[in-house]
């Protein structure tokens, strides 16, 4: 694993076969990235730092669920980073995307924007996002692959919003069932219960059927 400077962003990099992961990483889960890098199969994998997850992984401006912060509207600047500046740079044939919670709903926001991923890995996806539900009713995801998976206790809350995630992973789930080759995974637990490992079945499903050209 090594770190470069593209486009201004930190990325910690691995060069493998000629499928890429593009995945995303924080201060508070940057620890963890060399398990995940040494547990996956031999793909090539691009994670991106993300300095300001509510902020940069964001799809639209929505008030705050839980604390103080907000959420703000970079997801597409970061589309257009990954798509004109990031993957150039790596020089894959095919390309899967994916992520954690927030990072995991921007993937599936990512493959609702282009049609440049083969792949979508959300694993525990922030689909409770306001408004959500109402974004992907009649659009058509346009990732051959999509993993979804969530922990059977993640509606578990006295969040209003937060408690109607496993409804929202549902619907996820059937809007694209028919449209990808795509599976719904539940895991024991809360959110936060094996994050890394919920992370590493999600990517190696979909690495297992994203292929070289």
């Avoid at 996002?129 to 974004?135: E, Q």
């Avoid at 059977?152 to 209003?160: G, I, L, P, V």
């Amino acid at each position: 694993m090594e770190s470069r400077s593209v486009g201004g962003r930190e990325v910690r990099f691995r060069k493998g076969s000629d499928v890429c992961l593009i995945t995303f990483f924080a201060d508070f889960d940057e620890g963890s990235l060399e398990e995940l890098f040494s547990r996956l199969p031999d793909i090539t994998i691009a994670a991106v730092r993300i300095n300001d997850w509510n902020q940069e992984l964001s799809p639209w401006k929505a008030s705050p669920v839980f604390g103080k912060d907000g959420f703000g509207d970079g997801a597409p600047e970061l589309r257009d980073y990954i798509i004109d500046e990031l993957i150039p740079e790596i020089g894959c044939s095919r390309y899967m995307v994916g992520g954690y919670s927030l990072a995991g709903l921007f993937s599936l926001w990512l493959c609702y924007n282009t049609d440049v991923f083969s792949g979508c890995a959300a694993a525990s996806p922030s689909v409770w996002f306001p408004d959500w539900d109402s974004f992907i009713e009649g659009r058509k995801i346009r990732a051959e692959h999509v993993y979804l998976s969530l922990g059977d206790k993640e509606s578990k809350t006295r969040n209003q919003i937060m408690r109607t995630v496993s409804d929202r992973i549902v619907l996820q789930y059937d809007s694209i069932k028919d449209d990808a080759d795509s599976v719904l995974e539940w895991n024991q637990g809360n959110h936060f219960q094996d994050a890394i490992g919920r992370e590493i079945r999600a990517f190696s499903w979909v690495a297992s059927r994203v292929t070289p050209n």
